[in-house]
């Protein structure tokens, strides 16, 4: 009788050991995060005001929003971007874990000049990308607008939120 319990709790054990193992080989699905047009900004020539670019932007103002920035995502259109606002005048550093395409960060002073760039920043790294100036603002768009639109440090950048 007593080989029989124990066979009987053996197989119970098992069955639920496997019933635990496959629960772990689940796979959850998430959808895409989706760019959603929050405001508009416009990027101008320092020397003579004219137009660079004018973008669609998300605005990441929020704590929970400025740390998640554009993780998870898989692409943007060049004509977006994500424009940071934070709420102190800072030395703000960034990196790209969880972020899956490179990016152009653009650092912007609070008196809206571009103060500093951080050029085609490779995704998932964890580098630190410092604005090595103190900013007010970071645009973050595609790997390779800053030099295809020609950017210049003291170039202003304006926006407004929808």
Not at 45 to 67: R, W
Not at 95 to 109: C, R, S
Request: hydrophobic share 40%.
């Amino acid at each position: 009788m007593k080989n029989f319990k124990f066979g009987i709790y053996f197989i119970i054990g098992m069955l639920i050991f496997q019933s635990c193992k496959e629960e772990s080989k689940k796979v959850i699905k998430t959808e895409p995060v989706a760019f959603k047009k929050e405001g508009e900004l416009t990027i101008f020539k320092s020397e003579t005001d004219s137009v660079i670019v004018p973008l669609n932007i998300e605005i990441a103002d929020s704590e929970y929003e400025t740390q998640t920035g554009l993780m998870y995502r898989q692409s943007m259109e060049n004509e977006q971007g994500m424009l940071f606002v934070f709420s102190d005048v800072a030395m703000h550093s960034f990196y790209m874990k969880n972020t899956e395409f490179p990016l152009d960060l653009i650092f912007i002073k609070e008196n809206m000049s571009i103060g500093s760039f951080q050029e085609n920043a490779q995704p998932l790294s964890e580098s630190s990308l410092s604005s090595k100036v103190p900013v007010k603002y970071v645009l973050e768009v595609n790997a390779g607008l800053v030099a295809k639109w020609a950017l210049k440090v003291g170039d202003s950048v304006a926006y407004k939120k929808l």
